[in-house]
Structures are given as C-alpha cells and as structure tokens.
C-alpha cells in the first residue's frame, strides 16, 4: 500500500506514532516498509484529548448539551472546552456588557436629567454619538493592525483600563462639549473590543462551538442594557442628589469603576492565539490541543500583515466585499435606540419605567440571540438563521415607516428591531468560517466593517433621525426599510459566492487510495455529513 500525505482542502492529516498525535508531514510519503503503514489512521477531533472512543453522555448531560455543547462531551474534551468558556468567553462577556451598559447609560441619562441639567434642547444627543463614532472609525483598523504586532491580552486590557477611567470623567461634565470630547476618546479606545474579540475567539473554537459563543457574547450587550435600564432607575431613586451629585452622573460613576478591575483581569485571562499563546491556565497539553484543532478546522496560523497583503485582501478580491456592505447596513439600519424616545412621547410613563419598559426588548434581543446562535449550530447551517432575523429588522421598519398604525402595532415593530439582533453574531460567525484560510483578513473584517458604519453613522442619523422630528421620523424608517433590502441582497451574493468557492475546493481534494474503511471519511467530508471536522458554513 502507498499513502501519499498531503493536505485535504485545509484539514491535514494527524497520525499516531509511538503513542504520540501529530501533523502528518505534507512531503512526507507512506510506503510499505514505513512503521506508520500499519498504525497509520485519521483521527477525528475528539481522540486529540485523549477521551475513549465511544462515549455516550448520560441523559442529564445530554439534555443539557442540547443547550450548552460541552455538558455532553467526553470528560478531557469537555474539561478543554470549559477551561475556554471560564477564561475567554466570560472575559469577554464582561468587557462587551460593560461597553454596552455604558452606551445605554448615554441614552438613559439623557432622559434621567441630563437634557435638562446640561441645557441641551439641540442634536446634542446625536452628537454624543457622533463623537463616539469618530473615535471608533480613527481606532477600529489601526487597532486590529496593531493587534498583529502587540499580543492582545496587553493590548485590549490596556484599553479597556482607560476606557474606564473615561467614562468616570463623564459624571464631572458640565456642559456638552465636554462630553463630545470624551465621548470621542471613550470610542477610540473602546474599537479594538468588538472586532478583537471577534478574532480571538474565532481562533479557538471550532465550526459546532463558535455560533452559540458570538451569540452569547452579543447577548451580553442585552443583558447589561437590561441591566442599565433597572440600574439607571435605582440609581435615580436611591442616589440622585446624593452628595449633591446628580443621578444620571452616579451611573457614569459606577460604570467606570467596575471596568477598571475586569480590565484588569485580562491582562491573565486573554490567550492571544493559539500558534503563541503563554496564557498560565492553559498547560503545555492545552497548547499542544488549541494548535491540532485549528489545524483540524484548516485555520492559518496569523503572519505578518504588510501594506500589499491589505490591499490584495480588500482591493484585489470580491470576498470581503459581501459581508462589508450587509455589516454596514447592520450598522444603519438599527432602529432600537429611538424606542425610548417613542414611548417618552406617548406622556404616559415615569422616568423610572422610561428606563424599565425598553429592557423587555432587550431581554428578547437576548432569547432571540441565544436560540439563533444555537439552532445555527444545531442545524450546521448560518445562513437560514441570518436571513429569518433579517426578516425581523425589515418588519419592524417597515411598520414603523407606516406609523399611522395602532400604539400595539407600533410596540411590536419596535420589538421586531430587538428580535433581529441576532444578525451581528451570526453574520461574524459565518464570516469567521469562510475566511479560515486567512487569519488576518478574518480579524480585520469586522474592523473594517466598524470603520465604514461608523464613517455613514456620523452624518447619517443626522440627516435621518434629528432629534426635533422625533418620535415620527418619516425619512428615517423608510431609510432603514431600504437598508433592509439591501443587506437581503449583500447576504445572497455572499452566499452564492462562498458556495462556489467551496465547490471549487470540493473537486480539488486530493485522492486517497488504500486507507481502507477511512476513505468513508472523507466521502463524508465532502458532501458535509461528518460532524467533527466539516465546513458546513454555507449549507
């Protein structure tokens, strides 16, 4: 028998000799006399952490599993993959619902007396976010550049350490200029979180764990502007004029000085990657298990990133072009933040429930997300879930572009917008996979993304949503409605141009002869059957 090794599409061939798994050389030819002939064999993902073949979960862990992945795993992998989640996932959950607490905090204080404390009866409250998004569009590519050079566990924690500070500065601000100045460097530096979280956890898990962690990592933002909702209303009852310092301002307080000790728990908890990382929680096995499994998955290790690589990636090839136009529109279409305005203008309601009535929205933008994430994951399909949450956000603006509907009718549509939340994980996570073959263009992707949108969001909402028309903006939800549409057509060119693509990889795997009943394997690979290594990112 003769055995020619080589890589099939991106998974390489592992191999057991002397007791010891590793990466089959891509020269490296298998003839009769070779000591591997007869122990040689294609190993799937769970024999890399040394679990038996053949385990079967009990029922409790089973039925958990339907929810959460590794509760029904064999016990070393799962042991693996909860070290993961304890270190980066809940790191990155708490950075991310920091960061959103402090967006909605900016939108609850302004209806929770800084309007009337600052004297602000202009677009201030547009041009808080205006600011913002300046700083997001100056940080958002150098960031990820430089995360190419720094490791990103000094990095972003370095950030997110004056990220904090700054948003203390807010409660100290007496009039809008002040902020428009913070607000400008809270965006510079808070840039490098989204998109680098983005990356780093596209890099340690695999294609049946990543939808459901980007799905819980979006949910974070809905749990903590839940969480400011109830927060900024106690805040107002119990603290306001306490000190002589408003209510709204002791929010800002509070933010800021919870970050400073989660930021610095990065500094231990980020792993950088897995082809370098030094984390202290992973042992030499761990490394050596993170490293087979992004080969298993074809990911790239991450290379040095020139000026000719960039503009080859994002100049000379249709594949970023896709996902950047649909991120864009995700970026210009949301019409969940005016929500508040819309029911402050009803006269109904107190400051308290003006704070309260809009966490119910979010609450469902977090079922929504973590059902979405883990059907997508479930089902082996992105797609299918992206568009159906697509066709939330659409219905929602175009109802609220109507308007003249009843007060319930108009409740709902605002509820449609939280419901399709779940386009930000899944179109990241989709990307995520179909660009696995190049580690830098999957990290700069969403930083890109973040620099257009936020480059449309710094005249857009002023031109669509100035804060004298609201709560009716005519021109507003038409626009979105329209954004809707085009993101349907960005999500269908990015389909059909990933199917082609793994087409063309299909016909282009390499011929095994001899490997006897593993040539089943690979028939399952191509036709996507086999769970633990195929790419089912497009079925």
């Avoid at 591997?36 to 890399?48: G, T, V």
């Avoid at 419901?419 to 969403?446: H, M, N, Q, Y």
Wanted: with cysteine; hydrophobic share 45%.
């Amino acid at each position: 028998m003769r055995v020619e090794s080589e890589e099939i599409g991106d998974v390489p061939l592992l191999v057991v000799e002397d007791g010891t798994l590793s990466v089959l050389d891509a020269d490296r030819t298998i003839s009769q006399e070779d000591p591997l002939n007869d122990n040689l064999r294609i190993q799937r993902n769970k024999n890399i952490y040394g679990d038996e073949e053949g385990y079967e979960p009990s029922k409790i862990r089973a039925l958990l599993g339907q929810i959460w992945d590794s509760f029904s795993r064999p016990p070393n992998e799962r042991r693996y993959i909860q070290r993961l989640d304890g270190f980066i996932l809940v790191y990155a959950l708490l950075s991310y619902g920091l960061k959103s607490l402090d967006v909605s905090n900016v939108s609850n204080a302004f209806v929770s007396g800084m309007q009337e404390d600052l004297d602000l009866h202009g677009q201030e409250r547009n041009l808080f976010n205006t600011f913002f998004n300046v700083g997001y569009l100056i940080g958002s590519t150098p960031s990820q550049i430089i995360i190419n050079r720094i490791r990103p566990s000094l990095w972003i924690p370095a950030c997110e350490l004056i990220w904090s500070t700054l948003v203390v500065f807010i409660a100290t601000a007496q009039n809008a200029r002040t902020i428009y100045i913070i607000r400008f460097f809270l965006g510079l530096f808070e840039s490098s979180s989204y998109p680098g979280f983005a990356y780093i956890l596209g890099s340690w898990y695999g294609p049946d764990e990543l939808a459901k962690r980007m799905g819980v990592y979006d949910c974070a933002g809905y749990i903590a502007k839940v969480f400011a909702g109830y927060v900024q209303a106690a805040v107002y009852y119990f603290l306001n004029g306490v000190g002589g310092v408003a209510g709204w301002r002791w929010m800002f307080i509070i933010d800021g000085l919870i970050g400073m000790p989660i930021a610095l728990w990065g500094f231990y908890s980020i792993p950088d990657f897995p082809n370098n990382t030094r984390a202290r929680w992973l042992s030499e096995h761990d490394r050596e298990i993170g490293m087979l499994r992004a080969k298993l998955q074809g990911k790239v290790e991450p290379r040095k990133l020139t000026v000719q690589r960039f503009v080859t990636m994002f100049f000379r090839s249709w594949r970023p072009w896709p996902f950047l136009v649909s991120y864009t529109m995700l970026w210009i279409s949301g019409t969940s933040s005016y929500f508040n305005l819309w029911l402050k203008s009803l006269g109904v309601y107190s400051v308290e429930q003006l704070n309260i009535i809009p966490t119910y929205g979010y609450a469902l933008g977090f079922v929504s997300g973590f059902v979405f994430a883990n059907l997508s994951d479930r089902t082996r399909a992105r797609w299918p879930w992206l568009f159906l949450a697509t066709l939330f956000r659409f219905v929602g603006s175009l109802l609220l572009a109507i308007w003249n509907l009843p007060t319930g009718v108009l409740f709902f549509a605002n509820m449609c917008s939280y419901a399709g939340e779940p386009v930000w994980s899944l179109l990241i996570t989709w990307a995520s996979e179909e660009f696995k073959d190049d580690a830098e263009l999957r990290g700069l992707l969403c930083a890109v993304g973040n620099t257009i949108g936020a480059g449309f969001s710094l005249w857009l909402p002023l031109l669509l949503f100035p804060t004298y028309e609201a709560p009716h903006y005519k021109v507003g939800y038409i626009a979105t409605t329209v954004f809707d549409v085009v993101d349907f057509g960005a999500l269908l060119c990015f389909l059909w141009f990933a199917r082609r693509e793994q087409k063309r990889a299909v016909t282009a795997y390499a011929k095994i002869e001899g490997v006897g009943e593993d040539i089943e394997m690979w028939e399952q690979f191509e036709h996507g059957d086999d769970k633990s290594c195929t790419d089912y990112s497009v079925r």
